[in-house]
Nanobody, 123 residues
């Protein structure tokens, strides 16, 4: 079993920055693929950033050049650095983990999800 806990969300003005963290606990001895997703009110969940099967970062077109996914294996933590935030980035952000690759285009079905952290960007 793995537990994921997101943190770092908050309210920021457009153009600002936030860094989200996803702390992994439990059976961290296994290797897991991980990624970030978000869901805005009234909208479907969408993939934001993941590491592909070769460990390369992949980003949704809407966040390319502004968001950076990274991980610190020693701290068992996944990060999402978000710069130049826009009001349309407002959403609940979730991290997900699975023993199979976490893909941007597949937004459900992963074994482990965090509870989410809210990001609100005001104009």
């Amino acid at each position: 079993q793995v537990q994921l806990v997101e943190s770092g969300g908050g309210e920021v003005q457009a153009g600002g920055s936030l860094t989200l963290s996803c702390s992994v606990s439990g059976n961290t001895g296994d290797n897991y693929y991980m990624g970030w997703f978000r869901q805005a009110p009234g909208k479907d969940r969408e993939g934001v950033a993941t590491f592909d099967g070769q460990g390369k970062p992949r980003y949704a077109d809407s966040v390319k050049g502004r968001f950076t996914i990274s991980k610190d294996n020693a701290k068992n933590t996944l990060y999402l650095q978000m710069n130049s935030l826009k009001p349309e980035d407002t959403a609940m952000y979730y991290c997900a983990a699975d023993r199979q690759p976490v893909l941007l285009v597949i937004t459900a079905g992963y074994n482990y999800w965090g509870q989410g952290t809210q990001v609100t960007v005001s104009s």
